[in-house]
Nanobody
Framework: QVQLVESGGGLVQAGGRLRLSCVST????????MGWFRQAPGKEREFVAS????????FYADSVKGRFTISRDNAKDTVYLEMNNLKPEDTALYYC?????????????????WGQGTQVTVSS
């Protein structure tokens, strides 16, 4: 059974930085694309970033491009989201997502396992 455990969220001032981590257990981590989504209060869950199974391809939402960086350490079964120059509109519950299909380039929200989420709050 795949389990995803996120950490690293918190309260930060605008312009600050955070690094989210997500540890995956239950299968061979390196075979699967990973991603991050977020959901703000009253809004739908939205895509943030994704990284291919081998780590050579990354994808970002336009709203975070140039500020966020997704990476993975297959030796630690962990995916990261480095968030810089945070804005109040980045406030959300951030979810780690793991593709259910091996060997893909990016995750799709209809075909992933979800973590429980970690809260990120950015004050102005």
């Amino acid at each position: 059974q795949v389990q995803l455990v996120e950490s690293g969220g918190g309260l930060v001032q605008a312009g600050g930085r955070l690094r989210l981590s997500c540890v995956s257990t239950g299968r061979t981590f390196s075979n699967y694309a990973m991603g991050w989504f977020r959901q703000a209060p009253g809004k739908e869950r939205e895509f943030v970033a994704s990284i291919s199974w081998i780590g050579t391809k990354t994808f970002y939402a336009d709203s975070v491009k140039g500020r966020f960086t997704i990476s993975r350490d297959n030796a630690k079964d962990t995916v990261y989201l480095e968030m810089n120059n945070l804005k109040p509109e980045d406030t959300a519950l951030y979810y780690c997502a793991a593709d259910q299909t091996p060997g893909t380039l990016r995750v799709l929200p209809t075909n992933v396992y979800w973590g429980q989420g970690t809260q990120v709050t950015v004050s102005s």
